[in-house]
């Protein structure tokens, strides 16, 4: 596991399994949560929401600000020293094909099950009316899509070829600035990587041994940093709970929704993915799951791709024994443009929010849905909520109104724990079969 063989004596003070420590972390926070909002419902001046976002909340933004912290770093070096370390540009571009190919067919097959679940279930069909008008009247939702709406703006104005113009950063040092930017630090990466493989390999061994080093040291700032993961999952939990215990009563009402957009991403985890994994990848999927147990459980728990990166490059490296050279290419570019559970909720979504208000789709439409979801999937940052900001790109190409994203507010949190789980496997599956693939070999015969 992670933190085990070559981590120091400091961090083997728990010498419990990572996704266990977390685990506990998780249902400890749970429990701490409801604990909290049973004290507001005893004593009605305690506010659980304020009290957990003043002391408790801050020690998991700490852990996830920690782990943001290091995403382009990790990027940097370890996209640097695994393109470099290929050696040759063959095995680069069949690989980059590969990888691409993977994650566009991954993201299609999503969408798919997503639309066949919502069409066949019909959940919005059965949505209560006065729940719909009290979801469509609520000021502070109005004012969220309204948000929501103008963050879309700056997407839907761009002409067709802006997202590839998008990735050429005028300057590396302003796109490192930002963590939304990491697709251009990639093609940085990339970039400069493909130079060293073709300069003249004397002249470019220091740089490499220093990428090299520097990899080595941003790997064991990531052991120490989830050292401190299961208190940090615990106060994401527990603030989690108490900030949206309002909502709750809200989510009975919006059940069949969540239910459908569940229901597909758990065909996706438990039916396409081992399939892919235990044909093409050749690994058992229980290995599979097990080895990706911490990055999984971060994902649910931080609703963040790009937060759980380092965590998912470690876990495919270590755990799955996927060669580094590999999962340091795919992964960091998988966390970005990868999302086969954003996709699929969007394509649920789009249609539950229609059904709702009336509007009937037809084929076109749903089509339409397939590729506006799969590009809005890969054009929504690895961030919590950015799956909704998209969301409004595949409204407005079926015609559906945005207004109606106020319907799915209030269970847009933990569908996003739900989805982001998803993206996170589907990059690591992706890298597990690219992973077989280049080295020809059982992924479990590498390591
Ligand atoms: N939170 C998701 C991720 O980081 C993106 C989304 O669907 O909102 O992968």
């Known amino acids: 596991m992670i933190n085990d063989s070559k981590t120091g004596s400091f961090l083997k003070v728990w010498s419990w399994p990572l996704h266990w420590q977390i685990l506990t972390g998780l249902i400890g926070g749970l429990l701490f949560g409801v604990f909290l909002v049973q004290v507001g419902q005893a004593i009605p001046e305690f506010s659980p929401g304020d009290f957990a976002t003043r002391w408790v909340k801050p020690f998991g933004v700490l852990f996830v600000n920690s782990l943001k ?167 994401l939990m527990a603030s989690l709970i108490a900030e949206t215990s309002s909502d709750w009563r809200i989510f009975s009402a919006l059940a069949w929704y969540s239910v459908t957009v569940i229901l597909g991403l758990a065909i996706v985890l438990f039916g396409v993915y081992p399939t892919l994994v235990m044909t093409l990848g050749n690994l058992s999927y229980m290995k599979f799951l097990r080895g990706m147990m911490p990055a999984q459980l971060l994902a649910f728990t931080t609703s963040s791709s790009a937060a759980t990166l380092p965590v998912t490059l470690e876990c495919v490296e270590k755990n799955l024994g996927v060669d580094p050279k590999v999962a340091s290419f795919v992964l960091p570019i998988g966390a970005t443009i990868n999302m086969d559970g954003t996709s699929l909720y969007q394509a649920v979504a789009a249609v539950f929010i229609a059904q709702a208000l009336g509007i009937d789709l037809s084929f076109y439409q749903q089509l339409t849905i397939v590729v506006t979801a799969t590009l809005a999937s890969i054009g929504a940052a690895a961030v919590p909520g950015a799956g909704m900001v998209m969301l409004v790109v595949v409204l407005e190409a079926i015609g559906v109104p945005q207004s109606g994203l106020a319907l799915i507010l209030a269970v847009d949190r933990v569908l996003d724990m739900c989805r982001t789980t998803v993206n996170v496997t589907g990059d690591a599956a992706v890298a597990t079969i690219v992973g077989r693939a280049v080295a020809n070999k059982p992924i479990g015969e590498q390591a």
């Open 69 to 235: 912290l290091i995403a382009i770093p990790l990027i940097l070096a370890s996209l640097i020293k695994g393109v470099s370390d290929l050696q040759d540009m063959s095995r680069l571009s069949s690989m980059g094909g590969r990888t691409i190919a993977l994650y566009l067919c991954t993201t299609v097959v999503a969408v798919c099950i997503g639309l066949v679940a919502v069409n066949l279930i019909g959940p919005g069909r059965g949505l209560p009316e006065d729940v719909q008008a009290k979801l469509l009247g609520d000021q502070a939702g109005v004012e969220r899509v309204a948000k929501i709406a103008a963050s879309a703006e700056k997407e839907q104005g761009k002409g067709p070829l802006q997202a590839l113009v998008d990735i050429v950063p005028e300057n590396l040092v302003s796109a490192a600035s930002s963590n939304s930017n990491m697709l251009q630090v990639i093609f940085w990466a990339i970039f400069f990587g493909i130079a060293m493989i073709l300069a003249p390999s004397e002249k470019v061994a220091p740089v490499k041994a220093f990428f090299d080093s520097l990899n080595t040291i941003i790997l064991m700032m990531i052991d120490i940093i989830m050292w401190f993961a299961p208190v940090g999952v615990f106060a």
